[in-house]
Nanobody, 118 residues
């Protein structure tokens, strides 16, 4: 059974930085596409960023381009999201997910709260 565990969330002020981690256990996810999603109450879950198995192909939502950086360390079975210049509108529960390219995301973490105060 694959488990994804996020960490690194917290309460910060606007302009601060946070680094989220997503650690996988149960099997190696080195060939999986992995992504970070976020959700706020009353809104649909939003894809924030995505990274392919090698890290050579990434995607960012327009709202975070230039501020967030996704990366992964397949040796550690871990994915990261470096979030800089945080804004109050970045406040959300951030979840990580993993899946096979073209088949959707199969595994999901429980999420970590990120709160950015103005």
């Amino acid at each position: 059974q694959v488990q994804l565990a996020e960490s690194g969330g917290g309460l910060v002020q606007a302009g601060d930085s946070l680094r989220l981690s997503c650690a996988a256990s149960g099997r190696t996810l080195s060939t999986y596409v992995m992504g970070w999603f976020r959700q706020t109450p009353g809104h649909e879950r939003e894809l924030v960023s995505r990274i392919n198995w090698s890290g050579g192909n990434t995607y960012y939502a327009d709202s975070v381009k230039g501020r967030f950086t996704i990366s992964r360390d397949n040796a550690k079975n871990t994915m990261y999201l470096q979030m800089n210049s945080l804004k109050p509108e970045d406040t959300a529960v951030y979840s990580c997910a993993a899946g096979i390219n073209g088949y959707g995301y199969k595994y999901w973490g429980q999420g970590t709260q990120v709160t950015v105060s103005s």
